[in-house]
């Protein structure tokens, strides 16, 4: 009897251990987020405006740690900074790494593995091209084979060059300052580049080359990236911690602050044809 007593309390434990890793695998993000008081999100290095490190006391500075620590403070927890790249924040996502990636462009592709917020806000394509080279009036003059155009890897840069220049000549590397490096060494011709990375570049290496806003005007409506979920609880919380940030002016303060602090980019100093 000892030895049956024995196996069906060790089976009885071997239950509850299945049934509580099971809990934890169907466990919400938004239930996580309130358990654990921890909202996770992903920084990518060298992406200023987005994400800046502070190489020596080690900080992260940024529209991405700004925005993290506002919705943080509005879920009641703290932010758990985590390194990433373009590239693999959406697999971080996936593989619930990460909670929040902010600065991600809502493309179908994307759509299929993870959820987004409503928008964040917009931003605007440019072109930085190596001097001598333009003036670039319109996008249809770089859709051209003898075109050089870089972007780094998985970026909203990278899937808008893959769409509207399907003729160039595209060169994907592992970050948007080797692109910018390739503009400045004669190897490329063009980086394509969101306005809020063109105009940081460009205010602290001048000598990279000059910005065009090619017509017409496009944009990329960028959002926050949230793990894929049957359950909407967490993608409605950070909806309404966007619609109330929004309301108060608050994106607006955190782009410009940010633009100004980290990149000595002044509000004025925006081309006209960039709408927030």
């Known amino acids: 009897?000892?030895?049956?007593?024995?196996?069906?309390?060790?089976?009885?434990?071997?239950?509850?251990?299945?049934?509580?890793?099971?809990?934890?695998?169907?466990?919400?993000?938004?239930?996580?987020?309130?358990?654990?008081?921890?909202?996770?999100?992903?920084?990518?290095?060298?992406?200023?405006?987005?994400?800046?490190?502070?190489?020596?006391?080690?900080?992260?500075?940024?529209?991405?740690?700004?925005?993290?620590?506002?919705?943080?403070?509005?879920?009641?927890?703290?932010?758990?900074?985590?390194?990433?790249?373009?590239?693999?924040?959406?697999?971080?996502?996936?593989?619930?790494?990460?909670?929040?990636?902010?600065?991600?462009?809502?493309?179908?592709?994307?759509?299929?593995?993870?959820?987004?917020?409503?928008?964040?806000?917009?931003?605007?394509?440019?072109?930085?091209?190596?001097?001598?080279?333009?003036?670039?009036?319109?996008?249809?003059?770089?859709?051209?084979?003898?075109v050089k155009i870089v972007v780094d890897v998985g970026s909203n840069q990278d899937q808008y060059a893959t769409k509207m220049l399907p003729k160039a000549t595209i060169s994907r590397l592992d970050s948007s300052g080797a692109a910018s490096m390739a503009v400045q060494t004669g190897r490329a011709d063009c980086q394509v580049l969101m306005v809020l990375l063109a105009q940081p570049l460009l205010a602290k290496r001048p000598d990279v080359g000059q910005m065009f806003v090619p017509e017409p005007v496009t944009t990329s409506p960028t959002h926050i990236g949230l793990p894929k979920s049957a359950n909407k609880d967490f993608e409605n919380a950070v909806n309404a911690w966007l619609k109330d940030a929004r309301g108060r002016g608050e994106v607006q303060s955190v782009i410009v602050r940010n633009m100004e602090k980290l990149a000595g980019v002044k509000p004025e100093s925006f081309p006209k044809q960039v709408k927030f």
């Open 1 to 146: 009897m000892p030895s049956k007593r024995l196996f069906l309390q060790s089976a009885a434990l071997v239950a509850g251990l299945c049934l509580g890793a099971a809990a934890v695998a169907q466990e919400s993000t938004m239930a996580r987020v309130e358990r654990t008081k921890v909202l996770r999100v992903g920084v990518i290095s060298g992406a200023t405006p987005y994400f800046h490190k502070d190489l020596v006391s080690q900080k992260w500075e940024g529209f991405g740690p700004d925005f993290a620590e506002s919705l943080a403070k509005k879920l009641g927890a703290k932010v758990d900074l985590v390194e990433t790249t373009w590239g693999n924040s959406v697999m971080d996502l996936q593989a619930n790494k990460i909670d929040v990636m902010f600065g991600m462009g809502p493309t179908p592709a994307r759509r299929e593995m993870v959820d987004f917020s409503d928008m964040l806000f917009n931003n605007t394509l440019t072109v930085v091209c190596k001097k001598g080279f333009g003036p670039v009036k319109t996008w249809e003059q770089l859709n051209d084979p003898k």
